[in-house]
Nanobody
Framework: QVQLVESGGGLVQAGGSLRLSCAAS????????MGWYRQAPGKQRELVAA???????NYADSVKGRFTFSRDNAKNTVLLQMNSLKPEDTAVYYC???????????????WGQGTQVTVST
């Protein structure tokens, strides 16, 4: 079993900053991709920033230049530094990881419980 635990969400005024953290733990053989997604009310879940198994880092166009994704492989942790936040960034942010487990080496897709980010005007 693999767990993703997120932290760092909250309420912030427009123009402010927040930092999200996600730590993976459990029966991890390797983490092959990891990233952040978000879902606003009435909208589909969308990519915010993620690193692929090949090491390519992708950002949503709407957050480029404002959000910074980083990964600490030794700690199985990813961070999302969010600056210059806008009201349209309001959403539940979910951590995602594609993990090969110790039990069988197969890859599985895991999601965190989500953390609310609210940006006020």
């Amino acid at each position: 079993q693999v767990q993703l635990v997120e932290s760092g969400g909250g309420l912030v005024q427009a123009g402010g900053s927040l930092r999200l953290s996600c730590a993976a733990s459990g029966s991890i053989f390797s983490i092959n991709a990891m990233g952040w997604y978000r879902q606003a009310p009435g909208k589909q879940r969308e990519l915010v920033a993620a690193i692929t198994s090949g090491g390519r880092l992708n950002y949503a166009d709407s957050v480029k230049g404002r959000f910074t994704f980083s990964r600490d492989n030794a700690k199985n942790t990813v961070l999302l530094q969010m600056n210059s936040l806008k009201p349209e960034d309001t959403a539940v942010y979910y951590c995602n990881a594609v993990v090969a487990t110790i039990q069988n080496g197969y890859e599985y897709d895991y999601w965190g419980q989500g953390t609310q980010v609210t940006v006020s005007t």
